[in-house]
């Protein structure tokens, strides 16, 4: 393996064929990738311990449990109640994902939300959390590109390759 901290090619493959099949067992990705079921359990094992695999509740869109809308709210919090504003704003539940940024706002926070009456709910209860000094939202129109890692995943399988040959 490369990168004692990361994925290798093998386990690219392997992750890739998983995407293919989901509901795949560790005897059929083993088969689909070429190499043992224990080498197939050993490496999913270690990935999940590594923090390397997303729970499987970041499948399942937001849009299947009614949340439609999405929105990327900046945030300006003041410094010195950075790290109580940010656990109060991870407690509402419509807060999906948080970045620390740099610029004009302090965190980028992506919401979502059944409606823009929803959302300015949402955006309320941020803005009412102490530490926040202000914000701004903007509504995605459309999801252009989901999050995707497949192409790198792709990138990592094709490199076991590359150093074969």
Known sequence: MN??????ALDARILL???EEPGASVL???HLVGVSRNTVHARLQRMNRQGLLLGFTQ???PS????????????????ADSATA?????????????HKTTGDADFLVKVVARDTSDLNRVTQAMVAVPGVVRSSTA???EETMPFRTRALLERRAAQDGAAQG
């Open 17 to 19: 064929a998983l995407d």
């Open 86 to 98: 940010v656990r109060s704003v991870q407690e509402i539940p419509e807060v999906v994902e948080i």
């Open 28 to 30: 059929r990705l083993a």
């Open 64 to 79: 299947a449990l009614g949340y439609g809308l999405v929105a990327f709210v900046s945030l300006a919090i003041a410094q």
């Open 139 to 141: 509504v995605s129109l």
């Open 59 to 61: 499948r399942v869109p």
């Open 3 to 8: 990168d004692p901290h990361g994925l290798d």
